[in-house]
């Protein structure tokens, strides 16, 4: 089965500061790749989401890249801020099957 | 929409108790999932339905644990006996014929 890896587990950077969490994942025939943010206390939320027939995604601060051949994927955050502070997941799945979720890292943006 | 709706949203209750947790997933979402969060494991999926009919089954933990998905709009997660190990918060999540993976509140168990 899909197997996801992800790094680094925490990652602590100053207000206005640029964050990148990677994540690596081992099958082939995953082609969707969402990232969730989980503050304390609440539920997974979809943030941004991108398909294997895309390189690149940005919505306003957030970007996610997409490398098929090395089978790897990343989330940017650029002028982080204190709001963003969370737990970040990625994900893999292939079409409609389930989604295999990595382990997580906890972000934190001292203001 | 009201989202993908779990109850409760707590439950203690003592080892050896029945513990049964719900959830209705948004209308029109034809796909549930039922995954557990702990600090040691992180998200797992437990067992996810399509159109009603359970696909893979393969996360649950053990016999003591059952899902059944009566209708398009209910869903239940049963753990009989319970055990202090199954504490964890629980998440149903939904999702239709777009990708997007919409994720309930959540049920934080405690077992004592």
């Known amino acids: 089965g899909e197997n996801v890896e992800q790094h680094p587990s925490t990652l602590s950077v100053q207000e206005g500061d640029s964050a990148v969490i990677k994540c690596t994942y081992s099958d082939s025939a995953s082609n969707y790749f969402p990232w969730y943010k989980q503050e304390l206390g609440k539920r997974p939320q979809l943030i941004i989401d991108i398909r294997s027939n895309v390189g690149e995604k940005k919505d306003q601060r957030i970007a996610v890249t997409l490398n098929k051949t090395a089978k790897h994927f990343s989330l940017h955050i650029t002028e982080t801020q204190p709001e963003d502070s969370a737990v970040y997941f990625c994900a893999a799945r292939a079409n409609a099957g389930k989604s295999t979720f990595g382990d997580g890292t906890t972000l934190t943006v001292k203001p | 929409d009201a989202g993908v709706i779990q109850s409760p949203r707590h439950e203690v209750t003592e080892m050896g108790q029945e513990v049964t947790l719900r959830c209705k997933p948004i209308?029109?979402?034809?796909?549930l999932f039922w995954y557990r969060q702990t600090m040691m494991r992180g998200l797992e999926l437990l067992i996810y339905?399509?159109?009603?009919?359970?696909?893979?089954d393969s996360g649950m933990p053990e016999d003591r644990f059952s899902a059944k998905m009566p209708n398009a709009s209910f869903s239940t997660l049963k753990i009989q006996p319970s055990e202090p190990r199954d504490s964890a918060v629980y998440f149903c999540?939904?999702?239709?014929?777009?990708?997007?993976?919409?994720f309930g509140s959540g049920t934080q168990l405690s077992v004592l």
């Open positions: 209308s029109g979402h034809n796909s």
């Open positions: 339905f399509n159109n009603n009919v359970p696909i893979d």
């Open positions: 999540a939904s999702r239709g014929s777009r990708e997007k993976l919409f």
